[in-house]
Nanobody, 115 residues
Framework: QVQLVESGGGLVQPGGSLRLSCAASGTFFRFRAMGWYRQAPGKQREAVARIRTDDTAYYADSVKGRFTISRDSARNMVYLQMNSLKPEDTAVYYC?????????WGKGTLVTVAS
């Protein structure tokens, strides 16, 4: 059974940094574009960043220049480096394939940006 498990969230002050990790069980994701998504309280889930199998990355305008997505296929990992965090980045962050699949949503990891 394929699972995606997110980690690395926490409480950080505005301007701070966090690195999120997504561990995939199985090797299927090596052949799939992967993405990070987030859902803020009271809002719909949105795509934040995605990375193709050739490591080409794309970002939402709201995080461009601050977030960096990367992948380590040998270790079945996907990462999201988040710098210059803002209060509006507060959300539960998830990883999933691109396009996303309902069966792969995990519990996510909570990121709270507050002073």
């Amino acid at each position: 059974q394929v699972q995606l498990v997110e980690s690395g969230g926490g409480l950080v002050q505005p301007g701070g940094s966090l690195r999120l990790s997504c561990a995939a069980s199985g090797t299927f994701f090596r052949f799939r574009a992967m993405g990070w998504y987030r859902q803020a309280p009271g809002k719909q889930r949105e795509a934040v960043a995605r990375i193709r199998t050739d490591d080409t990355a794309y970002y939402a305008d709201s995080v461009k220049g601050r977030f960096t997505i990367s992948r380590d296929s040998a270790r079945n990992m996907v990462y999201l480096q988040m710098n210059s965090l803002k209060p509006e980045d507060t959300a539960v962050y998830y990883c999933n394939t691109v396009p996303s699949s309902a069966e792969y949503w995990g519990k996510g990891t909570l990121v709270t940006v507050a002073s």
